[in-house]
């Protein structure tokens, strides 16, 4: 599966290897195109994942703001509550489209 913003690929990874956490697929780290991707400093804390970490999108000259996020160290619990560790897996919102 990819996650595309226009003709950019952002993440690649074979399905199986993508874990979907309400409704959102989130793509191991190895597989995400970080060069499209700048930290953002946007706070939140899921009340069951823990504190995440937001990324902008850059599109061309654009920063698309937050629209990727990752959970670098998530709570023990959450593991439990999606079955595998999805720790610095990162997921896409909006615009980004995730397709086969």
Do not use: H
């Not at 950019?8 to 989130?26: F, P, R």
């Not at 999108?57 to 079955?83: C, H, I, M, S």
Request: glycine letters at 4%; a negative charge; aromatic letters at 16%.
């Amino acid at each position: 599966m990819k996650a595309v913003l226009g003709d950019t690929v952002l993440a690649e990874a074979a399905q199986d290897d993508l874990i979907n956490i309400e409704g959102n697929w989130y793509f191991p780290p190895e597989s995400v195109n970080r060069e499209f991707l700048v930290d953002s400093a946007t706070p939140y804390t899921c009340p069951w994942k823990g504190e995440c970490q937001y990324f902008s999108v850059k599109e061309g000259n654009t920063l698309l703001q937050d629209r990727a996020w990752t959970y670098p160290t998530p709570y023990p619990t959450a593991f439990e509550r999606v079955g595998k560790d999805f720790s610095n897996y990162v997921a896409f919102w909006k615009e980004v489209q995730v397709v086969d």
